[in-house]
């Protein structure tokens, strides 16, 4: 990804430096000393701004009470921008935050722009950001922190939709931009929702939902129908998407479907429906399909099966047997909402390469207690294949040991982005708390 145009546009921030250059926690060493105004107490709080994390990572507050924020980006100054999901009622649906006196919180922050939604993106110099149905960008002059102008329409005429219409977005090494667009149903019944009905067999939410689109990343004014190519195809809603460099592939962790107890009750109990089906982490390639909504994957039996919506009893293969795997799977309803992966290495060795996700929290897991609301990580090589079993890395957030809804979290973990520092940025989607994680080495 270039950055370099936006390196230039934007002014310097004062975040403290957390490393010096050319030091690597590739042979082990402990992170070396702070330097000028910079501490080790300035960037974390006490008790890590409620956080649980491993050994030797603290972190801090860098705001609070931003607002209902979905995704992030931390520009190579440390400039922080996040999107909101709703525009305000003044405007500015996009927030920009930056520290002007080293202490390690942000404390000037503008809103601009007359977009809102989830997808938030820098490439070449620009700011992309989405709405339910359109993809726009904005352009920086000289040393603003806030764009010059209005923005510019990249796609627009995406299909409106009620359930899972927000848009993630993401960029390859090529100039191509990649767009989630959601399936808008549970699974592609007949009658939505409802039990014992049918799914539609051919699905047509198949047609321009459900996958993933690509478009020129520099061109303007495009739309879907015209412009798009459909990358790839039966992914309900990949909100935590991300390019792998090493890879050179797009990842996307999907939201898998609900209800199949509500939905199917001769298959499923109310304790099966807890944890299935997974929420599954794909490697995109050009035509994959990946099932939905014909097939999910039971991380149990560790296979894709038919869903009960097109004859399967839970252990049916079917016409999933020719879909594609996931490379890593979650518990169910664990909602992963952002995916980036760390290419630097002021984090220990083993966490190189690998993706970090953030699980947004269930709602549906009864009679078991709701999950997710973490940061959970999956160790990968530099050639984009998971090592070893995922792990939570950053936890704490729901505030409580048990949760009856989602509603009763503290914070609910939403969008996730590196600094240019090796630091971890989490936002949270409730009260817009933004936290900095660093690595400060072991005690």
């Given at each position: 990804?270039?950055?370099?145009?936006?390196?230039?546009?934007l002014?310097?921030?004062?975040?403290?430096?957390l490393v010096i250059a050319?030091?690597?926690l590739s042979?082990g060493?402990d992170?070396p000393p702070l330097s000028?105004?910079?501490?080790m107490a300035?960037v974390c709080?006490?008790?890590n701004?409620g956080?649980?994390?491993?050994?030797g990572?603290?972190a801090?507050?860098?705001a609070?009470n931003?607002?209902?924020?979905?995704?992030?980006?931390?520009?190579a100054?440390e400039?922080?921008y996040v999107i909101?999901?709703q525009l305000p009622d003044?405007?500015?649906?996009?927030?920009a935050?930056?520290?002007?006196?080293?202490?390690?919180?942000?404390?000037?922050?503008h809103s601009?722009g007359n977009?809102a939604?989830?997808g938030?993106?820098?490439?070449?110099?620009?700011?992309?950001?989405?709405?339910?149905?359109?993809?726009?960008r904005?352009a920086?002059e000289g040393?603003?922190?806030?764009?010059?102008g209005?923005p510019?329409?990249?796609v627009?005429?995406?299909?409106?939709q009620?359930?899972h219409?927000?848009?993630a977005?993401?960029?390859?090494?090529d100039?191509r931009?990649y767009v989630?667009?959601?399936?808008?149903?549970?699974a592609?019944?007949?009658?939505?929702?409802?039990?014992?009905?049918?799914g539609?067999?051919?699905?047509?939410?198949?047609e321009r939902?459900?996958?993933?689109?690509?478009?020129?990343a520099?061109?303007t004014?495009?739309?879907q129908?015209?412009d798009?190519?459909h990358f790839s195809?039966?992914i309900?809603?990949?909100?935590?998407?991300?390019w792998?460099?090493g890879?050179?592939?797009?990842?996307?962790v999907?939201?898998?479907r609900d209800?199949l107890?509500?939905?199917?009750?001769?298959?499923?109990?109310?304790?099966?429906?807890?944890e299935?089906?997974?929420?599954?982490?794909f490697?995109?390639?050009d035509?994959?399909?990946f099932?939905?909504?014909?097939c999910?994957?039971?991380?149990?039996q560790?296979?894709?099966?038919l869903?009960?919506e097109?004859?399967g009893d839970?252990?049916d293969?079917g016409?999933?047997?020719e879909?594609?795997?996931?490379?890593?799977?979650?518990?169910?309803h664990?909602?992963?909402n952002d995916?980036?992966?760390?290419t630097?290495?002021?984090?220990p060795?083993?966490?190189?390469?690998?993706a970090f996700i953030?699980f947004?929290g269930s709602?549906n897991?009864?009679p078991?207690p709701?999950?997710?609301?973490?940061v959970?990580?999956?160790?990968?090589d530099?050639s984009g294949?998971p090592?070893?079993?995922?792990?939570?890395?950053a936890?704490?957030?729901?505030?409580?040991e048990?949760?009856a809804?989602?509603g009763?979290?503290?914070?609910r973990?939403m969008g996730l982005?590196?600094?240019p520092?090796?630091s971890?940025y989490?936002?949270?989607s409730?009260k817009?708390r933004?936290?900095?994680?660093?690595y400060k080495?072991m005690?």
């Open positions: 990804m270039n950055t370099r145009r936006l390196t230039k546009l002014l310097p921030a004062a975040l403290p430096l050319g030091w690597s042979e060493n992170p000028g105004a910079a501490t300035s709080d006490e008790d701004g956080l649980v994390l491993p050994e990572f603290c801090g507050v860098v609070d931003v607002g209902r924020i979905r995704h992030i980006v931390v520009d100054d400039d922080i909101h999901r003044d405007g500015g649906g996009i927030t935050l930056r520290d002007t006196d080293q202490d390690g919180k942000a404390d000037s922050m601009f977009v939604g989830t938030l993106e820098r490439y070449d110099g620009y700011l992309y950001a989405t709405t339910d149905t359109s993809v726009h904005f920086f040393d603003a922190l806030a764009p010059s209005d510019e329409l990249v627009g005429d995406f299909v409106a009620g359930q219409a927000s848009k977005i993401a960029f390859d090494d100039g931009l989630n667009v959601g399936a808008p149903s549970n592609c019944q007949e009658s939505m929702r409802t039990p014992g009905s049918p539609e067999d051919p699905c047509s939410q198949l939902q459900s996958g993933v689109w690509q478009f020129d520099m061109a004014a495009q739309t129908e015209a798009g190519h195809t039966g309900r809603n990949g909100l935590a998407m991300a792998h460099p890879a050179g592939d797009i990842y996307v999907q939201h898998g209800q107890n509500t939905l199917w009750p001769d298959h499923y109990t109310d304790e099966q429906n807890a299935l089906p997974a929420e599954e982490m490697r995109l390639y035509g994959s399909d099932g939905w909504p014909y999910y994957y039971d991380h149990q560790g296979a894709k099966v869903s009960p097109y004859g839970g252990m293969v016409r999933c047997a879909t594609g795997d996931p490379v890593a799977a979650f518990p169910g664990y909602a992963p995916l980036v992966f760390n630097q290495d002021h984090f060795a083993q966490y190189g390469n690998g953030a947004h709602w897991r009864a078991l709701q999950q997710g609301y973490m959970a990580f999956v160790p990968m530099a294949e090592t070893g079993d995922w792990e939570p890395f936890d704490g957030f729901k505030g409580a048990t949760l809804s989602p009763d979290a503290a914070y973990p982005a590196f600094g520092h090796g971890l989490v936002a949270d409730m817009g933004i936290w900095r994680i660093v080495g005690e």
